[in-house]
């Protein structure tokens, strides 16, 4: 079986470079979508079809199409970012890819290959390179959405025989313009994000979905974010709706909690597991239960947390609610470490420190 190719159907349709500009002085976040997007659609018969890169717009879908009723669906997102020479690249994109294939393996998906994966996000951004945003100090970049639905007509319960997936793009620009903004992370002990055996190790919409009233409950408590537990004895931590959860203590140890089979495996996750045991910091993956942690929280043993994903990077937690109280991290979240791992995670993405882990991979 060949490698598939995204070839670009219609260059013409692109919006004007004034337009384009416009956006991109203040491009947000998910608001904004390139001239393009990527696509391929698999059938039980035929496998993947060949690929293609259509202007961006609305899909045409049955009412009946399974996703919709099923929720069959899971998704990928990483980013690509402009170096100081205009040359563009995205951050260890193979576990993107790999991730997509565990997440299909769960939700009876078909596997996409690295190699057709990474095909269709380097042919969309070559086609869409000018909106790149440009380097200019801030932290700008193209935000790469991947994702696969179960697209056969049919109502019936069962994998559906027909699949399409694409790639779509959107301009982001700085995550925090008002500079890094410590979150305040409520911890809900009304709902589950994911139960065991369930479907919180893959990145699936239907994770997001179950999340939103637990972010809904934090937003009536003032906080940001929703922490979730463990679904079966509600004590251990979990990780936020999309984002994975550190600990730093004052002895430098830098704790988070295990792929407990509920916990999506960030690629933030293990990039910091690995920069923090490099700078000598004791890492370790275990059961936290929240009770411990946040007694340690207020007695001062930890004295940073964070959380982290593709989209903020790294984000310093500056106060836990619950029912139970409030639980205020030393300086209010603005730790050295978290910092100073912010900075050098972006500084690798950005080209401005040295990529020694091989973790850049060159799209244009
Ligand atoms: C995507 C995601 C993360 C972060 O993963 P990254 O690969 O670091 O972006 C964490 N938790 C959930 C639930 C997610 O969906």
């Given at each position: 079986?060949?490698?598939?190719?995204?070839?670009?159907?219609?260059?013409?349709?692109?919006?004007?470079?004034?337009?384009?500009?416009?956006?991109?002085?203040?491009?947000?976040?998910?608001?904004?979508?390139?001239?393009?997007?990527?696509?391929?659609?698999?059938?039980?018969?035929?496998?993947?079809?060949?690929?293609?890169?259509?202007?961006?717009?609305?899909?045409?879908?049955?009412?009946?199409?399974?996703?919709?009723?099923?929720?069959?669906?899971?998704?990928?997102?990483?980013?690509?970012?402009?170096?100081?020479?205009?040359?563009?690249?995205?951050?260890?994109?193979?576990?993107?890819?790999?991730?997509?294939?565990?997440?299909?393996?769960?939700?009876?998906?078909?596997?996409?290959?690295?190699?057709?994966?990474?095909?269709?996000?380097?042919?969309?951004?070559?086609?869409?390179?000018?909106?790149?945003?440009?380097?200019?100090?801030?932290?700008?970049?193209?935000?790469?959405?991947?994702?696969?639905?179960?697209?056969?007509?049919?109502?019936?319960?069962?994998?559906?025989?027909?699949?399409?997936?694409?790639?779509?793009?959107?301009?982001?620009?700085?995550?925090?313009?008002?500079?890094?903004?410590?979150?305040?992370?409520?911890?809900?002990?009304?709902?589950a994000r994911a139960g065991a055996g369930g479907t919180g190790a893959a990145?699936?919409?239907?994770n997001?979905?179950?999340?939103?009233?637990?972010?809904?409950?934090?937003?009536?408590?003032?906080?940001?974010?929703?922490?979730f537990l463990d679904s079966e004895s509600h004590t251990a931590i979990d990780e936020?709706?999309?984002?994975n959860v550190?600990?730093?203590?004052?002895?430098?140890?830098?704790?988070t909690p295990v792929l407990s089979g509920s916990i999506l495996e960030g690629?933030?996750r293990?990039?910091?597991?690995?920069?923090?045991?490099?700078?000598?910091?004791?890492?370790?993956e275990e059961r936290l239960i929240a009770?411990?942690?946040?007694?340690?929280?207020?007695?001062?043993?930890?004295?940073?947390?964070?959380?982290?994903?593709?989209?903020?990077?790294?984000?310093?937690?500056?106060?836990?609610?619950?029912?139970?109280?409030?639980?205020?991290?030393?300086?209010?979240?603005?730790?050295?470490?978290?910092?100073?791992?912010?900075?050098?995670?972006?500084?690798?993405?950005?080209?401005?420190?040295?990529?020694?882990?091989?973790?850049?991979?060159?799209?244009?």
């Amino acid at each position: 079986m060949t490698a598939l190719t995204f070839p670009l159907a219609d260059a013409a349709r692109r919006v004007s470079p004034e337009e384009r500009a416009a956006i991109l002085a203040d491009p947000g976040f998910g608001q904004h979508f390139t001239d393009f997007m990527a696509h391929t659609r698999w059938t039980s018969e035929s496998g993947w079809a060949e690929g293609e890169l259509i202007p961006f717009g609305p899909l045409s879908l049955s009412p009946a199409a399974a996703v919709l009723h099923y929720a069959q669906e899971i998704f990928e997102g990483m980013k690509a970012f402009r170096h100081a020479d205009g040359s563009v690249w995205t951050f260890r994109p193979e576990k993107n890819a790999e991730r997509l294939q565990r997440s299909a393996r769960r939700l009876a998906l078909p596997e996409l290959s690295t190699e057709d994966f990474l095909a269709s996000v380097k042919a969309l951004v070559a086609a869409d390179e000018p909106w790149v945003p440009a380097v200019d100090g801030d932290e700008a970049s193209l935000y790469l959405r991947p994702f696969m639905f179960a697209s056969e007509e049919f109502l019936g319960v069962r994998a559906a025989q027909t699949v399409d997936y694409y790639v779509i793009a959107s301009p982001a620009g700085n995550y925090f313009p008002r500079g890094v903004q410590p979150l305040v992370v409520w911890i809900t002990d009304t709902f589950a994000r994911a139960g065991a055996g369930g479907t919180g190790a893959a990145k699936c919409g239907g994770n997001y979905a179950s999340s939103l009233l637990g972010k809904r409950e934090a937003a009536q408590h003032g906080a940001d974010e929703v922490l979730f537990l463990d679904s079966e004895s509600h004590t251990a931590i979990d990780e936020l709706s999309g984002m994975n959860v550190f600990a730093v203590t004052k002895d430098g140890r830098v704790e988070t909690p295990v792929l407990s089979g509920s916990i999506l495996e960030g690629v933030t996750r293990d990039s910091i597991l690995r920069l923090a045991a490099d700078r000598g910091y004791q890492v370790s993956e275990e059961r936290l239960i929240a009770a411990e942690l946040l007694e340690r929280v207020a007695s001062g043993e930890i004295v940073e947390m964070f959380a982290c994903g593709t989209a903020a990077v790294i984000t310093p937690i500056g106060e836990f609610r619950s029912a139970d109280g409030t639980w205020t991290v030393r300086d209010g979240g603005s730790g050295e470490l978290t910092l100073s791992l912010r900075e050098e995670l972006t500084g690798i993405q950005y080209g401005r420190v040295e990529d020694r882990y091989g973790w850049l991979t060159r799209l244009v």
